[in-house]
């Protein structure tokens, strides 16, 4: 699978890695975090402090979180201050507010 971005495609994997890098920035764990693949991949997109000032997050899954057979696309903005997520895919949102997740069409 891969993710469609404005500045080219990612794997899922990266993607992945990405997620945990908003978990460790907004957590405040950077310390020795250049020697690391992660810190490399924020070196390549501008550094840490570049990644820190950055609001928000918009990324394009292909085939997520169904299968490639049942292929469709699904736009995800997150928030990287607050952590509020949104989820906008064909027929369906889903997101996190802050104090609650939700969906519609709701269960």
């Known amino acids: 699978m891969k993710a469609q971005t404005r500045r080219g495609t990612w794997t899922i994997s990266s993607v992945m890695l990405l997620g945990v890098a908003i978990i460790i920035i907004s957590t405040g764990c950077t310390q020795n975090i250049k020697a690391t693949p992660l ?44 952590r509020y997520n949104r989820i ?12 609650q997740a939700w969906s519609t069409p709701g269960p």
């Open 39 to 82: 810190g490399k991949t924020y070196e390549a997109h501008g550094g840490i402090k570049q990644w820190q000032r950055q609001r928000t997050f918009i990324y394009s899954l292909e085939g997520f979180p169904l299968s490639p057979q049942v292929a469709k696309t699904n736009t995800s903005t997150v928030d990287l201050r607050h």
């Open 88 to 99: 906008e895919g064909t027929g369906f949102v889903v997101g996190f507010n802050g104090k």
